[in-house]
């Protein structure tokens, strides 16, 4: 192979990916057999399985037990607002974005305490080992999940207060700034970080997705006077979601 030239089977999952996207192959097609590839190709057997491996990572066809693989019918991507403004009257922001949106946001939720590994101990600034409250979220949009998020935040901030519970007492199920302008916390910094991995086997089977699909994850850090008040992993399925971001201009 000369520089600069691609691999057979990158060559092979190339072609059939314009095809894909042309609809030459419509979904629900049937990819031609391995058998197929091979003569159509002119190559091996091993580079015909190499290529539908490509295809099937890149999410564009599926398998079905028994009957093949199969083109996939690609979804348009909708949008997930994100704001950087905080919502009046103590508003839950996902509610709120997600109606800008024309979405019907519902969620769920479940909350415990936990001691903080290292990872999140190091985003909150906390030793590890210290306890937080942990709350997992499956967001929803007319039935069908969305976005998973799970928040840290530190006890030292909320343990004994009655935001403790984020979604449970007087402020639950509003967001963050809220809840801690309750106890005399003034957030005035948040910080996201967007960046993209295969998603995991729990988190596929939440959202609905198939091995090998990619998910856009946010990690979101909540300061009050340079102090990490709550951190959060959130998980969007990339393939059917867009993440915009609505940002005051100051």
């Not at 959130?234 to 979601?241: G, I, K, S």
Request: charged content about 25%.
């Amino acid at each position: 192979m000369t520089f600069g030239e691609q691999p057979a089977y990158l060559r092979v999952a190339s072609d059939l990916r314009q095809k894909i996207v042309n609809g030459s192959l419509p979904p629900h097609t049937r990819l031609p057999s391995q058998a197929r590839i091979r003569e159509e190709y002119g190559v091996s057997d091993t580079v015909a399985l190499e290529a539908r491996k490509v295809l099937m990572a890149e999410g564009l066809v599926e398998g079905r037990s028994g009957s093949g693989t199969y083109v996939r019918e690609r979804p348009v991507p909708r949008r997930i607002s994100r704001s950087g403004y905080r919502p009046p009257g103590g508003a839950n922001p996902f509610r709120q974005e997600q109606a800008e949106e024309g979405a019907r946001g519902t969620w769920e939720s479940g909350s415990e305490q936990e001691n903080a590994g290292a990872a999140v101990a190091a985003r909150l600034g906390i030793p590890p080992g210290e306890r937080v409250m942990r709350t997992r979220y499956v967001f929803r949009d007319a039935g069908e999940p969305m976005m998973l998020s799970t928040s840290w935040e530190p006890l030292s901030v909320t343990g004994r207060t009655p935001v403790m519970l984020p979604e449970e007492g007087p402020l639950g199920g509003c967001g963050v700034v809220e809840r801690m302008a309750a106890i005399d916390v003034v957030v005035d910094n948040v910080v996201e970080e967007v960046g993209a991995r295969p998603g995991l086997a729990e988190e596929l089977l939440a959202l609905g997705g198939v091995p090998g699909h990619v998910v856009m994850v946010v990690e979101r850090t909540y300061f009050a006077s340079g102090r990490a008040v709550e951190t959060a992993d959130v998980v969007v399925p990339a393939d059917r979601f867009r993440i915009a971001y609505h940002l005051p201009v100051r």
